[in-house]
């Protein structure tokens, strides 16, 4: 099955303590973003990759870090989370040349940064 | 700055009817643009695309229209169920890079 998957789904956390949330996706797709989702504030970009290798800063990359070391994967590091990062996170996928560039989205993280 | 706004309230409307949502941006020239349904909880789910040279487009239900002179796009749910209840959010595709900037949702409820 086609699938973006998302680990972990839940977590909260402490402010100043390192985490990774993962994602892979399974469609060999080389584009591939991060996103987080607030109250009234939509779906903001925080990074994107365009292929292995390839990142690009979104519209609000402050106090995240990601890496593209391989397709399928594409993890989201908050090196010293603060309160202000606690949201909803997507992770997404799609493929550009195609002609549609749909992005097929994870289930999401719930983070919390007490 | 670029800017994405949808409708600021949220849509009630009886079945049967049709829900139209807008999308206007501003300083921005999106190769295309893109409708996706979101339920509670989760990720959004793609349903429509529109490109630039293109003035309307159907899915079952489903119509978008783009207007690249008014920099707006209009969604429609024709024949509405209590099923079309969710979020629904606007994207702009941006041609040089494929970046994806986001609208902050329209919801919309259908009474039956």
């Known amino acids: 099955e086609a699938q973006v998957t998302q680990n972990p789904r839940y977590l909260i956390t402490v402010t100043g303590k390192k985490l990774t949330v993962t994602c892979s996706q399974n469609?060999?797709?080389?584009?591939m973003s991060w996103y987080r989702q607030d109250p009234g504030l939509g779906l903001r970009q925080i990074y994107y990759s365009m292929n292995v290798e390839v990142t690009d800063k979104g519209d609000v990359p402050e106090g995240y870090k990601v890496s593209r070391k391989e397709k399928r994967n594409f993890p989201l590091i908050l090196e010293s989370p603060s309160p202000n990062q606690t949201s909803l996170y997507f992770c997404?996928?799609?493929?550009?040349?195609?002609?549609?560039?749909?992005?097929?989205f994870g289930p999401g993280t719930r983070l919390t940064v007490t | 700055s670029q800017k994405i706004e949808q409708n600021s309230e949220a849509l009630n409307i009886q079945e049967g009817k049709t829900a139209t949502l807008t999308c206007n941006y501003t300083?921005?020239?999106?190769?295309?643009l893109q409708w996706y349904r979101q339920d509670p909880g989760r990720g959004p789910v793609f349903l429509l695309l529109i490109r630039e040279n293109e003035k309307e487009k159907r899915k079952e239900r489903l119509k978008v229209t783009f207007d690249t002179t008014l920099k707006q796009s209009l969604f429609h749910i024709t024949a509405s169920q209590p099923a079309d209840s969710a979020t629904y959010l606007c994207a702009l595709v941006r041609s040089n890079d494929y970046k994806l900037s986001f609208g902050a949702g329209t919801t919309v409820t259908v009474r039956a």
């Open positions: 300083n921005y020239s999106p190769a295309y």
């Open positions: 997404a996928s799609s493929q550009p040349g195609l002609a549609r560039h749909e992005q097929y």
């Open positions: 469609m060999n797709h080389e584009y």
